[in-house]
């Protein structure tokens, strides 16, 4: 193009109609990218909402079934789930992490019975079990690595055992993955599939989901000597680099919105299954803003999750799902 002349390189043609937008558009949000991340609770007849994630709930095993029949209409390929183990169940050592009749395998059985389709993805840790909070073994006040990798092995295996299809470690611990991965592979479980949350920061962000777990309060300071530092992104290479090494066949960033960078050098680097996590203080944020009319829902929905497909991430587990599904579906 020549200056001072007019431009004969006008971007907004293709941006005109629908029809060349829909042609030139590079990324695509499908129902296929969507993972449903759900709370399970004991009881009967019990749904309770979670205060800081409008929308969100918290149901029993005998409602459970009802609750997932429209993810299951909606077609959405997984579930990750996540029980919310009673006060007098926690301990100091998570104990019924290992309870292969606990909430979280009797959910597992009872979503694979009626809903044989649909991959579940168990999130490993002991956090939702421990009196303490934290995702590993607490001596003088310190999360210790490989006695925590030990029980999270069990734990993993003792998931698969009950039909979770994807263990996904969200633990933090160094060397997790190999050891489960090898434990699983010793029981002839060769095809339960590791999503590691590889890269998984100190964040502020989970906060609503503890509270969704009653975990938040119990937390005895925090998970910094664990989790990554929100100023990094090499280690988060590192990081990777050493889960695939181990045996992860998928990995995931989380949070998922303040860190698309990551997302995106990820994907750059290993060109692996790649996944965001939209963490409950993000669906929090938006669902606030909703809710007071400052931003549209449908649009602010969508384009949220878009943008994750833009940064590299094959799928994304959202409280969003449902509603993204039913938008896609209408068009
Ligand atoms: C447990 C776990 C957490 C989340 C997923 N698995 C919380 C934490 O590490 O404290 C957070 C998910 C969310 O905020 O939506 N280790």
Redesign the pocket.
């Known amino acids: 193009m020549t200056i001072g002349r007019f431009p004969h390189t006008r971007l907004r043609r293709n941006r005109r109609d629908s029809f060349t937008r829909r042609l030139v558009r590079e990324t695509t949000l499908t129902t296929d990218d969507l993972i449903w ?1 759900i709370f399970v609770t004991e009881g009967t007849d019990s749904v309770t909402d979670v205060a800081s ?1 409008p929308g969100v709930r918290r149901v029993s095993l005998d409602r459970l079934a009802a609750h997932v029949e429209p993810a299951a209409k909606l077609d959405i390929p997984a579930l ?1 789930l ?1 029980p919310i183990t009673p006060t007098e169940l926690r301990d100091e050592k998570g104990t019924e992490a290992l309870n292969p009749d606990s909430l979280m395998c009797r959910a597992a059985r009872l979503l694979k019975r009626e809903f044989p389709e649909i991959g579940l993805i168990g ?1 490993v ?4 079990y421990t009196s303490h ?1 934290h ?1 590993g073994l607490i001596e003088d006040g310190y999360v210790i690595n490989d006695p925590s990798v030990k029980i999270l092995t069990q734990q993993a295996l003792n998931q698969a055992a009950a039909g979770i299809d994807i263990i ?1 470690p ?3 611990m160094d060397g997790r993955i190999g050891s489960i991965r090898q434990a699983l592979d010793a029981q002839g479980m060769h095809d339960t599939r590791i999503m590691s ?1 590889a890269v ?1 920061y ?2 502020a ?6 509270d ?2 009653g ?2 309060g119990l ?1 005895k300071g925090d ?1 910094k000597t664990y ?1 990554m530092d929100p100023a990094n992104s090499d280690e988060a290479l590192r990081e990777v680099a050493l889960d695939l090494d181990e045996g992860a066949d998928m990995v995931m960033v ?2 998922g919105m303040p860190y698309l960078d990551i997302i995106q050098k990820v994907r750059e680097r290993f060109a692996v299954p790649t996944f965001a ?7 929090a944020m938006i669902m606030a803003a909703i809710q007071n009319g400052w931003l549209d829902r449908d649009r602010t929905i969508l384009e949220s999750l878009t943008a994750f497909k833009r940064a590299g991430a094959n799928g994304v ?1 959202t ?1 969003f799902a449902l509603d993204a599904a039913r938008l896609l579906l209408e068009g």
């Open positions: 991340p994630m990750a996540f999130d840790a002991l956090d939702p909070g995702d996904a969200s633990d933090m949350y998984k100190a964040s962000f989970y906060g609503p989901f503890r969704a777990l975990s938040g937390l998970k989790q989380k949070p996590y939209q963490v409950s203080g993000e669906y587990l409280y």
